[in-house]
């Protein structure tokens, strides 16, 4: 276990951003949430995935909700209450301890993204340790979207929290699905907000589970675009190398639009080329979905499709993404548990209404598969 500094928790959050796909949480929201972290004393200490006890409960606390503003309604029905001052994800597992009657002896992140600071709040706050794992090595838009759907280990029971002080325990939940259904259901009615701890399994289940070694992975990302920058380099090579990626396309932001559906934010951003003859169009919902270049596909789910600002290498949250914005279009391989039948079958081309194929004939062409 080791102690982590300032910097390289902000490594950390950097590369997980990256990673995040253009979703996974905010990262200035991220940033500011590990500044008050060292601020108020506290420290973040991160655990190998092998030294995670077999009796010790692990669980994942994170954010969900819409970066779309709640509907004049809810606003209404929300006005006048005194918001909580501690973070929501904290209260929920505070509250997810309570109801279990046992001590949560480590956090895992439920994503790379902004989200990732959430846990590494939660873990501060509880002066417990971060694993170096978690169960998606990337940003998904779906509860159900996760390593832990793929082993069956049960998201419930699992704890619900507001910024207004409304708590919610689900003790079962029929599936993935619905608990989607459910937590998404809370967020909207607190203002599109809210905090989750959920997926409470001991370690001896939790280390077959997940992905191992993503903090570090992240980590490694971030650090590759700072000292980029301070050496005055661009950072773009850099990171895909770091990521053992590949530069799908370079080029400026003609247009971005995004809409709410069902709780997800789901756009499309088209890039022009330099030169303008080519031009890239990436589909999300929340997080990239595809990436097209003239109607074909040059890149889709599992793997990660990352836009990030080609001066900086910082990575863009999709809603921000404005034309005249000059970026580049990166792929990272998706993590291998997502390439399974069953990976594939929960997070795979199906999931966005294509087939499998498409992803495997890519995989074919990139010289990736057989």
């Not at 990256?18 to 991160?46: C, D, P, Q, V």
């Not at 902004?114 to 939660?122: D, H, L, P, Q, R």
């Not at 247009?255 to 709410?260: V, Y």
């Not at 303008?276 to 074909?296: C, G, H, P, Q």
Request: hydrophobic share 40%.
């Amino acid at each position: 276990m080791r102690t982590l500094q300032l910097q390289e928790a902000e490594d950390i959050l950097y590369g997980a951003c990256i990673y995040g796909t253009g979703g996974g949480g905010s990262l200035s929201e991220g940033l500011e949430i590990i500044k008050n972290i060292y601020r108020n004393g506290k420290e973040i200490k991160l655990i190998a995935l092998e030294d995670v006890k077999d009796h010790w409960l692990v669980a994942s606390p994170y954010y969900v909700g819409s970066v779309a503003p709640p509907s004049d309604e809810i606003v209404q029905k929300l006005k006048g209450l005194k918001p909580v001052k501690e973070n929501v994800s904290t209260i929920a597992t505070r509250i997810l301890q309570k109801n279990l009657r046992e001590e949560i002896k480590c956090i895992c992140a439920t994503e790379l993204g902004g989200n990732t600071a959430w846990a590494m709040e939660v873990a501060a706050s509880l002066d417990i340790p971060l694993v170096d794992a978690d169960p998606a090595g990337r940003a998904v838009p779906d509860l159900a979207q996760t390593t832990f759907n793929i082993f069956d280990v049960s998201i419930a029971p699992f704890a619900l929290a507001n910024r207004y002080g409304d708590t919610l325990v689900v003790e079962t939940a029929a599936s993935h699905d619905r608990a989607e259904a459910i937590a998404r259901t809370f967020a909207t009615i607190s203002g599109n907000y809210s905090g989750i701890c959920d997926h409470p399994v001991k370690g001896e289940k939790f280390r077959t589970s997940v992905i191992e070694g993503t903090i570090s992975k992240a980590q490694a990302v971030g650090r590759a675009m700072r000292l980029a920058n301070e050496d005055g380099v661009n950072p773009i090579e850099t990171i895909t190398l770091a990521g053992d990626g590949k530069i799908l396309f370079k080029g400026t932001v003609s247009e971005a639009s995004w809409e709410e559906v069902r709780g997800f934010i789901e756009g499309t951003i088209n890039i022009k080329s330099d030169n303008l003859k080519d031009e890239m169009s990436v589909w999300f919902r929340n997080e990239n979905m595809t990436a097209r270049i003239a109607d074909k596909i040059v890149s889709i789910i599992p793997e990660l499709i990352i836009i990030l600002d080609y001066q900086t290498g910082k990575p863009l949250l999709n809603p921000s993404c404005k034309a005249g914005m000059e970026v580049a279009v990166l792929s990272f391989p998706a993590p291998t548990i997502w390439e399974t039948d069953k990976g594939l079958s929960i997070f795979g081309p199906e999931y966005i209404g294509m087939e499998k194929k498409d992803y495997l004939n890519l995989k074919i062409i990139n010289g990736m598969g057989k």
